[in-house]
């Protein structure tokens, strides 16, 4: 079955203590991304990556980092969370990167940092 | 810049009605168009795209979207919704050419009254 897996699905943290959300996808997509979800402002871009070795910033990429050392694989890593990263993730992959194709997302990862 | 507004945060609804969640989009040049649909603790699934031709798309589960380039709307709509609508509905935009950036609206909830 072609899908997105992130794990873990909750996490809960301390301000401080490092921490990385793993994502996954099967379908030998090269396109990938991580979004947060806020309540009253959506899905906001968070990193991309285009291809193995090749990330880039989205819209809130402060305090966070990102990795592409496979093709399948793009971690999520908070090196020093604080509160205000307390938030829904989601990672989200597509064929090629194309404005027109369809995002598959993951089931999200419910993130809180006291 | 894109951008992406959905006007109405909740829409309560009953049964077997129809129903119109409403998507304005601001861009300066041809766009593409998104709904996707959030059940709850799931990922986002698209529902229906418009790319170009026909301004009328159908998509899953009896949605439809009309494209209208001169109210610069995307609207969806369902002539009778049933219990298991109930979601939350986001609206996104992106442009032609250059990687997979999409703007998502910040959803609309679809509540389903029995």
């Known amino acids: 079955e072609a899908q997105v897996t992130q794990n873990p699905r909750y996490l809960i943290t301390v301000t401080g203590k490092k921490l990385t959300v793993t994502c996954s996808q099967n379908m030998n997509h090269e396109y990938m991304s991580w979004y947060r979800q806020d309540p009253g402002l959506g899905l906001r871009q968070i990193y991309y990556s285009m291809n193995v070795e090749v990330t880039d910033k989205g819209d809130v990429p402060e305090g966070y980092k990102v990795s592409r050392k496979e093709k399948r694989n793009f971690p999520l890593i908070l090196e020093s969370p604080s509160p205000n990263q307390t938030s829904l993730y989601f990672c989200a992959s597509s064929s090629q990167g194309s404005t027109n194709e369809k995002l598959f997302f993951g089931s999200g990862t419910q993130l809180s940092v006291l | 810049a894109q951008s992406v507004t959905q006007l109405d945060s909740q829409v309560p609804v009953f049964e077997e009605a129809p129903v119109e969640l409403r998507c304005n989009y601001s861009?300066?040049?041809?766009?593409?168009l998104f709904w996707y649909v959030q059940y709850p603790n799931q990922g986002l699934q698209l529902l229906l795209k418009y790319l170009s031709g026909s301004t009328l798309v159908k998509g899953i589960n009896g949605f439809e979207a009309e494209f209208n380039k001169s109210q610069t709307s995307f609207h969806l709509r369902k002539p009778s919704v049933h219990i298991s609508d109930t979601a939350e509905y986001f609206c996104?935009?992106?442009?032609?050419?250059?990687?997979?950036?999409?703007?998502f609206g910040t959803g609309t909830k679809l509540q389903v009254i029995p």
């Open positions: 996104a935009v992106s442009e032609p050419g250059g990687y997979q950036k999409v703007t």
């Open positions: 861009s300066s040049v041809s766009v593409y």
